[in-house]
């Protein structure tokens, strides 16, 4: 099938934490309509079967609870209705975005995917209800090719979003398409999470993915389309990922994912949108990993002196680190329970640190989660306290094989090259509990090889 995503440029408001009224705050928005309207036409007139548009593309973001109340469309969560948002405007008051949206599906005749601001009252029965006696949902919807609203999904893991409420439960919501069957729906920093992206995609054996993501890239383990790629690969499933685009804050990558071929746009340097469309194949069966030209052996011959272990800040953890010296070598590092262990080759000796490291614990910053990675990255400079800082270039080029004894089976492998480009593992598998990755001949310098776990039931 035929997939969009447009990485969007959106105008935000000069103060978001004034107070507006609700005309002004659909002027805003309304601009930001315009370019979704161009670029659904665009997409529409490239064969695109669905276009998948960022999180708070419309509205913007640091809002507060009270100045976010103009932008927020009515929407009902229940789907006993089947309601057409274009064709029915005058169902439900304070629904302009929506049967704008609802119009460009209608019109291009595409089903479009689309995240805002929702508000919904409550009663002060419901021990939830917050005390303004409303909720405020940060919100997917969906529409299909004829404008029906399909489905919504409240975003379940906000991050420092004091605007929106966290919904009492967690929504598992997919939607049918005719091209390619299910496709589930989450947002951001929900990927992060068990509930509810893992537990959705388990329970419903989902094999397509939409994702609006406004995503504060971080390398080396947390670039936008590193980790959108390491998620697609983990659960063989396609990702259609849109970011926003404002690179004075971090934010770029977007991508079309399957498990074994991307379609990436990450671009630190110049303004405005871009749109992504490509063809990818609809994911029916399951592929096994090959992994029999690999051994998870390590050998244990003595190589004489033993690297030196030192510690650094990365990810705001603090990882053991061994440094990769020399052409070629065998290295383990480990904390915890969790041991790392690398084997390399350098192709071409070049000045640049590379290290090797391990973290097995409570990530604790912008968000509390327990990781289990194991991680070969090129250090920022040539001392030792330069490893764990975000580097964008490298020319070494390295053939590995890394592998650890993971705890977890939720293991993303992350593959980054030079210029923050992606690459693809030769092969990865579990084997004699171990997990493992290996790839000769990266396509351009080495930048980022982890296994990133995560450790869900002890966050």
Not at 77 to 94: A, G, I, M, Q, T
Not at 383 to 388: A, L
Not at 427 to 442: G, L
Request: net charge negative; with cysteine.
């Amino acid at each position: 099938y035929v997939a969009a995503v447009y990485e969007h440029e959106s105008i935000l408001s000069p103060n978001p934490t004034a107070l507006v009224d609700r005309q002004s705050a659909l002027e805003l928005m309304g601009r930001n309509l315009d370019i979704y309207e161009q670029q659904v036409v665009a997409a529409a007139r490239q064969g695109a079967q669905i276009i998948v548009f960022p999180e708070d593309g419309i509205h913007g973001f640091n809002f507060t609870r009270h100045s976010i109340y103009p932008y927020l469309d009515f929407v009902l969560h229940s789907h006993s209705v089947k309601w057409n948002p274009c064709r029915e405007p005058y169902l439900f008051n304070d629904t302009e975005v929506l049967q704008r949206l609802s119009c460009m599906a209608l019109k291009n005749k595409i089903f479009l995917v689309a995240n805002l601001g929702t508000k919904q009252p409550c009663e002060h029965a419901d021990p939830h209800c917050p005390p303004d006696g409303r909720y405020q949902f940060n919100t997917n919807v969906v529409f299909d090719d004829d404008g029906v609203l399909v489905a919504t999904y409240r975003k379940h893991n906000l991050y420092f979003e004091y605007a929106f409420d966290t919904p009492p439960e967690p929504d598992y919501k997919f939607f049918d398409t005719p091209f390619a069957g299910k496709f589930g729906m989450f947002t951001c920093f929900d990927i992060l999470f068990f509930e509810p992206a893992v537990n959705l995609i388990k329970q419903y054996n989902l094999k397509q993915v939409v994702y609006p993501t406004a995503w504060m890239n971080q390398l080396p383990l947390l670039s936008a389309v590193e980790f959108q790629q390491a998620f697609a690969t983990a659960f063989n499933i396609n990702i259609l990922a849109a970011n926003i685009h404002h690179p004075t804050l971090g934010m770029t990558g977007s991508g079309i994912y399957t498990p074994v071929k991307s379609f990436t746009y990450h671009n630190m340097e110049s303004y405005g949108g871009k749109l992504i469309v490509a063809e990818i194949p609809v994911i029916t069966i399951e592929h096994k990993t090959d992994l029999e030209k690999t051994s998870g052996r390590v050998s244990e011959k003595g190589s004489g002196q033993l690297p030196p272990v030192f510690y650094a800040e990365m990810m705001y953890d603090n990882f053991t680190f061994v440094p990769v010296w020399g052409e070629k070598g065998e290295l383990q590092v480990c904390a915890n329970s969790l041991c790392c262990y690398l084997n390399y080759q350098r192709l071409v000796l070049t000045d640049e640190l590379y290290a090797l490291g391990v973290f097995d614990g409570l990530h604790t910053v912008h968000g509390t989660y327990y990781v289990q990675a194991c991680a070969l990255v090129k250090c920022g400079g040539l001392s030792f306290s330069t490893c764990g800082q975000e580097v964008t270039d490298a020319t070494a080029l390295i053939d590995f094989q890394l592998w650890g004894n993971m705890s977890t089976p939720y293991i993303f492998p992350l593959l980054l090259t030079s210029g923050v480009t992606l690459d693809f593992a030769d092969h990865m598998s579990w084997k004699n509990n171990h997990y493992f990755i290996s790839k000769n001949r990266t396509s351009s310098g080495l930048l980022t090889a982890a296994l990133y776990g995560r450790w869900y039931e002890k966050d």
